[in-house]
Structures are given as structure tokens and as C-alpha cells.
């Protein structure tokens, strides 16, 4: 099994509420990251977690607030969003061992519209 | 962070050979050349990598010149599911030793026409 699995598949919101995106996998992997993709550009990093610890912030919002309750889960709070964090928000995971083939396995996304 | 620079777009016919190049001239000796990939409406996905010798899997090949500073990806005969965004991205393993991070550039936008 090679899949990393998000929901909701698609979310819209308005800018006062409290949301919440999963992302799960069962490979064992100790390392999962949150990627923001935007239309027509590439993935940028959000967070990483290595050991369900955080490891890298990448200067993203507090209306942003990652939690890694366990080495499966990975989820994301979302809190007053603006309309700009309408984008892709994309989960992967990798083995987490420090090996050179450190492959990361993407879900499929959770497309997200804030109103 | 190393930078890599790739052709915003390329086209090929379908069973013939594509070849993706990838400048990557701040690339450190550390630094794994990974290539994704990215269909329409879903995540990336990992295609190949290397470091310093060319490597071939069932997807593809990938050849690293000499000197590490470009790499080519090649694709041995493109069908239509072939079409989709190919990143060359410089990996560089964390300090912490565990995690790796990826960088994406702009990618090249693969068309493949009959």
C-alpha cells in the first residue's frame, strides 16, 4: 500500500469558520509534510514533521495550525482564512530514515475555496 | 536553497523518445537530483533520482552529466498518460538527518499529441 489518503476532497468555507483537513497513511512512514499549491504553480512547502514532532514551519500563518496526533495522521486547522488560501493543500509522506532514496508519496489534495 | 531551471514547455508525439532537460549549476555534492511528476488533478509523483550516475527504472531514465550541473530526464516512448508537469528538484536532507525537503521550480508542461 503506497497511498497517502486525504479528506475532504473538497472543501469550501467562509472566512469565520474552523476547518479541518486529514491526511493519513499506513506505510509506516515517520516523516509527512503539508504543501499549498496555488493554480498553474508548484508546490510549496508548508510543514514538516518528522517523528510526529514539527521540524519545519515555512513562515506560514498561524490561521494555519498543523497537528500530527500520531505516525499515521496528519491533520490541518484551518481558522479565518482569507479568500488567497484558495489553493490545492497537498500531503506526503517519506520513510523519514536518512537514506538517499527518500522518496515522498503524495495524496491527491484537498482542493480548498475560501468565500 | 539550489536552484533548477527547466523549459516551461515541451510537446512530443505519442511512442517517441522525450528528453526533459534540467539546469541545476548551484547544485551542491550533497544535493539528490529527484525528478516528479504531476497529472492533471492529482498530487505529484515521484518519477526517478540520482546523484552522480545515470539511472534507468521502469518509468524512465535520468542522465546526470559529469560535471552535476544538468541533468536530462528521459522518457523511452511517451503515450498520452505521459502528459503532466515534470519537476527537476534538488533534495536536500534535513539537518535533522530524518525529513527531506523538496523545492519545486516551475516545472515543464509534457504535451503529447498522436
Known amino acids: 500500500d503506497t497511498e497517502v489518503t486525504q479528506t475532504p476532497k473538497h472543501l469550501v468555507m467562509g472566512m469565520t469558520n474552523k476547518k479541518s483537513l486529514k491526511c493519513e497513511q499506513h506505510?509506516?512512514?515517520?516523516?509527512m509534510y503539508w504543501y499549498k499549491q496555488k493554480a498553474k504553480k508548484p508546490p510549496e512547502l508548508m510543514f514538516v514533521?518528522?517523528?510526529?514532532?514539527?521540524?519545519i514551519n515555512e513562515s506560514v500563518p498561524s490561521r494555519f495550525s498543523p497537528e500530527c496526533p500520531n505516525s499515521s495522521l496528519l491533520n490541518l486547522h484551518l481558522h479565518a482564512l482569507q479568500p488567497e488560501d484558495s489553493a490545492l493543500y497537498l500531503c506526503?509522506?517519506?520513510?523519514?530514515?536518512?537514506?538517499?532514496?527518500?522518496?515522498?508519496?503524495f495524496g491527491a489534495g484537498t482542493r480548498l475555496s475560501v468565500l | 536553497d539550489a536552484k533548477t531551471t527547466q523549459p516551461n514547455s515541451m510537446e512530443s508525439n505519442e511512442e517517441e523518445p522525450v528528453h526533459l532537460p534540467c539546469n541545476h549549476s548551484?547544485?551542491?555534492?550533497?544535493?539528490?537530483i529527484h525528478w516528479y511528476r504531476q497529472l492533471p488533478s492529482q498530487g505529484p509523483e515521484y518519477v526517478i533520482h540520482?546523484?552522480?550516475s545515470n539511472v534507468n527504472n521502469r518509468m524512465a531514465s535520468l542522465a546526470i552529466a559529469e560535471d552535476r550541473k544538468s541533468s536530462t530526464l528521459i522518457l523511452h516512448r511517451a503515450t498520452l498518460r505521459d502528459a503532466a508537469v515534470y519537476y527537476c528538484?534538488?533534495?536536500?536532507?534535513?539537518?535533522?538527518?530524518?525529513?527531506?525537503?523538496?523545492?519545486f521550480g516551475t516545472g515543464t508542461r509534457l504535451q503529447v499529441t498522436l
Open positions: 506526503a509522506s517519506s520513510p523519514g530514515t536518512a537514506k538517499s532514496k527518500n522518496i515522498q508519496y
Open positions: 506505510m509506516g512512514h515517520r516523516a
Open positions: 514533521y518528522s517523528y510526529e514532532k514539527l521540524s
Open positions: 548551484t547544485i551542491s555534492g550533497t544535493d539528490y
Open positions: 540520482g546523484l552522480t
Open positions: 528538484i534538488l533534495r536536500a536532507v534535513l539537518v535533522t538527518g530524518t525529513a527531506s525537503k523538496l523545492t
